[in-house]
């Protein structure tokens, strides 16, 4: 019996199938319809048959281009009011983008981006859900798996699923190490690695990173995360 993402995963491939194969038929009809009309020699529409279709080809990937690089400046702009911690605006824009944005690949880049805002606003389910209705294999790039890994391992931890926590962070080790230098991510994975101390209970190692994490981490966004980490240090010193 196939799992239901599975069968997902088997839907969604039959639908890109028959969208490429409906595509390529009605092109092809198109064309027919364009020699029978104009009379055109069989040799001859061949040679443009050809033509066209390159031409054809080159232009949805210009399309796509062109989109990708729209949705990417639209992108940019909402992530500098995550900088700026106005929370619920990068909220309310994401959500926007992901209404009306098209294409998986697209939309599971949206999604990701979308799970730091509510990660920010301590809505830590709503970021598990949409981080779980994303088919993990079908993120290639790098850096946006890394994203999608450390997202899921934050919400996991904060909502206290602390056995998934630890599988994401053993399972995904030498990605996080990879990148624990990082300007820009380098951060955020040592705070997985604090969070992970704290978890075995190794609080002094806890600490230690802490120490470490804010003298390399110089940032004021931080500030209230490493505020709270040391708080929940500090109670599970005294529990």
Known sequence: MLSEKKKLEVFKMKKRILKMIAIGVILG?????????????????LSYYWKIS??????????NIIYLMIYSKKIQKALILLNEDKIEQYIDEMELILQKIKGENFRDL???????????????????DILNSIEEKQVKNEILKLVYWINMAVSHFRLENYDKFKEIY?????????????????????????????????????????????????????QKDYEELEKIIEAKKAS
């Open 110 to 128: 949206v999604k990701i981006n979308l799970t730091a805002g509510y990660i920010k606003n301590r809505e830590y389910q709503k970021s598990l």
């Open 54 to 63: 390159i031409v054809f080809l080159l232009l949805v990937l210009v399309i």
């Open 29 to 45: 009809l198109v064309l027919l319809a364009i020699q029978i009309g104009f009379k055109i020699e069989q040799e001859l529409f």
């Open 170 to 222: 053993k399972a995904q080790k030498n990605l996080f190490e990879k990148y624990q230098d990082n300007e820009n991510y380098g951060e955020p994975i040592g705070q997985l690695q604090i969070l992970s101390a704290i978890i075995d209970e190794n609080l002094e190692v806890a600490q230690q990173l802490l120490d470490v994490l804010k003298n390399k981490w110089v940032n004021l966004h931080n």
